[in-house]
């Protein structure tokens, strides 16, 4: 099991930057993908971007492409989400998590590990 806490979270203005991180512990890390999932008020968690254990593939969801990259390093048990050109539309709570398993799922079920969460709020 990995245990997992994200940080990061803040608010800024539209069109502006954070980078959310998550940090595990546990020594199957290195071995599971990574991903981030949000979660605004009154709607279901969703699917925001996920990388593989080894960081070769990653995959966005529509609505963040272009403007969020995830990253991890093995090294240290690190993931992270760098957020740009941050639109309101983007404020929710954001959770990293992590998958055992090898394909690429976006499915929040999939994940079994869950950090607590880090709230972004985009103002216009």
């Known amino acids: 099991q990995v245990r997992l806490v994200d940080s990061g979270g803040g608010s800024v203005q539209a069109g502006g930057s954070l980078r959310l991180s998550c940090a595990a512990s546990?020594?199957?890390?290195?071995?599971?993908?990574m991903g981030w999932f949000r979660q605004a008020p009154g709607k279901e968690r969703e699917f925001v971007a996920r990388i593989s254990w080894s960081g070769s593939v990653t995959k966005y969801a529509d609505s963040v492409k272009g403007r969020f990259t995830i990253s991890r390093d093995n090294a240290k048990n690190m993931a992270a989400l760098q957020m740009n050109s941050l639109k309101p539309e983007d404020t929710a709570v954001y959770y990293c998590a992590s998958s055992p398993l090898t394909r690429e799922t976006t499915n929040a079920a999939d994940f079994g590990s869950w950090g607590q969460g880090t709230q972004v709020t985009v103002s216009s």
């Open positions: 546990g020594r199957t890390f290195s071995s599971r993908a």
